[in-house]
């Protein structure tokens, strides 16, 4: 039996967020609800369309569900500030930001607009913006980068996190050379590429490099142009190149 996945990767988000624009996309928001402090259920309706239920669950997971769970009696706070805002919208699209663990739920539109962010890496957190990306409420006050925290009232932007293009990964694998030689190929490559640890073990595979093969021990000293190929097809698993929103 293979093991429970513990929470959803950058390709697992790729494909849920391909899912979930197709199937969600023009629902409106009927309410939100808490399950657990990380657990959220947003009610989805639509005219002559089934009720669609969308489940959140902060630094892990986002899906469709038909699993009908308990839920709170008396909402939080933050169930609270997200039915004031979003309740009743129209979802207009859902998108993972480049190849990162980020959802974006974009519901209204013009300056009407929201956006609800959904980390689905490390402690995870669920945040909602207005149209100009301004923090609105938010689960947790979370490190945003190495100097900067977010909190209500910030700019929660998500500009640093561009789609890769099959350029860039070329450009940045063209720059391995001055990796340390005693480091793993495998965490190389993951830091120096960020698509995910399933494509580039894929890509390993495919040049024959085993993942812990050390950078100075490649054959030839340099990755085989099958890995290299791999990496930079494997872009096209997250869809066509587009700014955040």
């Known amino acids: 039996m293979s093991p429970t996945k513990a929470r959803f990767t950058s390709l697992d988000v790729a494909a849920a967020t391909t899912e979930l624009h197709a199937l969600a996309s023009g629902h409106r928001i009927a309410n939100v609800y808490d399950l657990s402090p990380k657990t959220y259920l947003l009610k989805l309706y639509k005219p002559d369309a089934p009720l669609l239920l969308l489940l959140l669950e902060s630094g892990v997971r986002t899906h469709l569900t038909a699993y009908h769970r308990d839920k709170s009696n008396v909402p939080s706070a933050f169930t609270m500030?997200?039915?004031?805002?979003?309740?009743?919208?129209?979802?207009?699209?859902?998108?993972?930001?480049?190849?990162?663990?980020?959802?974006?739920?974009?519901?209204?539109?013009?300056e009407l607009a929201h956006h609800l962010v959904i980390a689905l890496y490390d402690r995870g957190n669920v945040i909602l913006t207005d149209a100009n990306h301004r923090v609105l409420t938010l689960l947790r006050a979370s490190k945003h980068d190495a100097n900067a925290r977010v909190n209500v009232g910030d700019e929660y932007a998500l500009g640093a996190s561009q789609r890769l293009s099959a350029d860039d990964v070329a450009a940045r694998l063209s720059c391995l050379a001055d990796a340390s030689p005693s480091a793993y190929v495998q965490a190389t490559l993951s830091r120096a590429v960020p698509l995910g640890r399933e494509l580039v073990l894929d890509a390993l595979v495919a040049g024959g490099v085993a993942p812990d093969t050390r950078m100075a021990d490649l054959p030839g000293g340099a990755l085989p142009d099958a890995t290299r190929e791999a990496l930079q097809q494997a872009v096209g698993y997250f869809g066509p190149e587009s700014p955040p929103p």
């Open 81 to 110: 500030k997200l039915r004031k805002h979003i309740r009743s919208k129209r979802i207009e699209k859902i998108e993972q930001v480049g190849t990162d663990r980020l959802v974006v739920i974009t519901v209204g539109s013009g």
